[in-house]
């Protein structure tokens, strides 16, 4: 089937919200190549578990979209229209299932040699889209804050490479109640300025949270990371398996179906945190990399004034000696690896903060927990620069400001 | 999701000019190298004076290693070896590029076609083009014992020859999984604990099925290496990852056999998947050790020492920090410039030392490279042969 064939019944297995908007916008959704509406739809049909900030580009993207002359709209679209397409392809069903259309689709443009093509048209796409989108202003600058190291006594590796320069590299800063200052600072904010989904605190160990502050914890889903892994084992150990297979399966699992169940769950938030397992890398097993990942998708799906992230040891990838010899079957933690899992990490929730509008007045904090160590990094700051007086975690918040 | 970033390289030929230079200029500060296009005549020292090559053993790193953490200043620490080592002897190419597919077996394949494969990475499939070691064995009429490939995983098990017609069964190399052998001589002791470590690979997701062994393995370990199970049990159990497992197993076979086509396929890097940054450190390090341990092993092999021709290079880099589509070192999955482009050492018999080329070349160009040096013929592959190191 082609999108000019579509039409408004085809939405019915869509949940309210999404079938709604698709509705509403199909004679929209019909004027648009077969290369292009298939991504419209992976991001309509999640419309109900959606964050705000998410909706709101969302709408604002089909409004751009209907807005151009069915002249624009063609040369907009040119570049999608003119690509290879499949039989096969064309023969899917993507009005239910655009996500894994989209799968095949990725897989067709790399064998066919389109994926540059596909690359570039995309890019020019969301360049011209966002440079036509008004924000409104931002309550207050953004702020990211990530402490690291926990369970280090002593590092040799240079931290914060990176991040240093971009900022103030302080290495006299005094350790004490510093954990309890940040969060007071997240919780201030979210009071300050409160947004649903603005303020988040994300934690490789117990949950730390506050009124307003949504929060995600490692811990706090081990029986759910324990379902899950449960799960993926079986299919991989079952006889048919295939990589495609366990993908769909993943893509297809409910919140509920992991036991995320009770009267008062958030049903966006579940759905985020299942899609960090679900969707993610080795979040499954690797503290550090969930909560790497979780500050990211938080940052590119919620938009947030506020991420407050924590790694804490992940557990030890056993050596092959180890398991050969079966020795060290206890689930040990490795400290050392996960200080510069989380060095790294820290680096790419800075790049991902600032990514998002405002970047330019956005302000960001990393701490080697318990240690003297920190980059602080504002607008105010000069970048590549150290300060070596003695200094507490609350007058270092205060040089952000 | 507003994809602007401050200060990042706008195109794909911008970025792949600075990941150029910042190699380029680093190794000579490192090796005190001299670039191939500032000689006079550009390639003063061809084959003439020069041992004729006989042997070539090849080293690809499934899960590309980034300039970030190899050659790049932030990098250096991890590859110790390669720089003090082998960078001084070797022809350093700083830009290979890889216009395929991004994904490991496919690549691998492609690397060893000289030919842009395109089906599924996943698919237990021959490569659709001959792969080298059938034109060499072909044209230079060499028996099954002469080529080998020493591969990462059970999906790799078919890369060792086509399905050309002309070439295919009877004329390729003999492919050696060095965990399916492990998987056979463990058969029955204890299997689920050794999940983890026989992971058939990281790209698919986190676990993977437990690579499957039987009998015609443990005869190769008898009869190839002379060894026996336990042995070889017991020295894989003094080694640390799966990537030391492969290079025992090469050196065995360098030993006994004494190949004259040898491929190695290391994977521990390939763990970034797993998102955990220290461990594709770990794996870098130790792919750094390794490589210099087989350039070792070359120069002290009656039968290799002085007649072969080492090639070591990455089957493609990793997604760049800067790519908002991608999680940075953890995958390959953009497409930018960054996971396509990585650099090849050419090292030994017939390879001028200290010398770096910053012209772009192709992955596929190093088939038709093998084939000048050893003297056959590739009719098929893509690419071109190097005339820097021939
Ligand atoms: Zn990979």
Known sequence: MLPAQLTAGQFHAYPPKARQLAVDNVALLQSLPLGFVPFLLKEIILYDWKFPAEQWELNKQLAYLAGLSDEQRQAEMARFAKLRLSPRLEAFDWVNSPGQFLEMLSAHLWATHQTDEFRAASEKYVHKFYASLERPKLP??????????????????????????????????????????????????????????????????????????????????????????????????????????LRTMLARMEPQSLGMTGPDRDGTLDRFQLSLLTEGSGTQIYSTTFVQWAAREALRRAQPLTVFARYTPRQKE????????????????????????????????????QRLPGADESRFLVWFEGHSEAVAIAPKLKSNTSDTRAIHMAELLETLA | MPRRFRGEPSTAREVAHAISRSRREFLRQATGAVAAGTLLHPYPLSALALPRVRKAVVVTFGGGARDDETFAP???????????????????????????????????????????????NFAKVSP????????????LKRPSTDAWVIAPSNGFNRIGESAYRGYGPGFGAGVILPKRLLAAALAGGGEADFNHLLRDNYESSSFSPVVGGNDIELKTLSDIFQLSVADFVAHAKSLASPDELSVYIARQLM??????????????????????????????RRSDRLCAEIWRTIQSEPEYAGKTTMFILPDFGRDSDTSAGGNGFQHHRTGDATSRTTWMMALGAGIRENTIVDRPIESTDLVPTLGSLLGFSPNLSQGKPLPEVL
């Open chain 1, 140 to 245: 207050a600058p953004r702020l990211g804050i990530v402490a690291l190291g926990r369970g280090v006594a002593e590092s040799r590796y240079l931290l914060f490479r990176k991040l240093r320069r971009n900022g103030v590299y302080f290495n006299n800063v005094n350790a004490l109640n510093g954990l309890e200052t940040l969060l007071e600072t997240v919780k201030a904010r979210a009071a300050k300025y409160p947004e649903p989904y603005g303020h988040w605190s994300i934690q490789g160990g117990a949950k730390m949270t506050a009124p307003g502050v949504t929060c995600v914890s490692y811990e706090e889903m081990t029986p759910v990371r324990r379902t899950l892994t449960e799960k993926m084992r079986a299919a991989y150990e079952s006889p048919n398996f295939n990589p495609e297979i």
């Open chain 1, 318 to 353: 056993r050596p092959m000696n180890e398991l050969l010899s079966g020795t060290g079957r206890t689930a040990a933690t490795d400290p050392e690896g996960s200080l510069i899992d989380g060095d790294m990490g820290a680096y790419y929730t800075w790049l991902n903060q």
């Open chain 2, 74 to 120: 932030d990098g250096q620490e991890n590859i110790p070896h390669m720089l003090a080592e082998l960078a001084p002897r070797s022809t350093f190419f700083t830009q290979v590029i890889n216009r395929g597919i991004l994904g490991h077996y496919v690549a691998t394949a492609s690397l060893a076609t000289g030919v842009y494969e395109t089906f599924n």
């Open chain 2, 128 to 139: 659709d083009h001959p792969t080298v070691f059938e034109y060499f064995r072909k044209d």
């Open chain 2, 255 to 284: 030993h006994r056999l004494a190949p004259s086509l040898l491929w190695i396929t290391l994977h521990d890097i390939d763990v970034a998947h797993s998102g955990a940054f220290s461990l594709y450190l770990d794996g870098i």
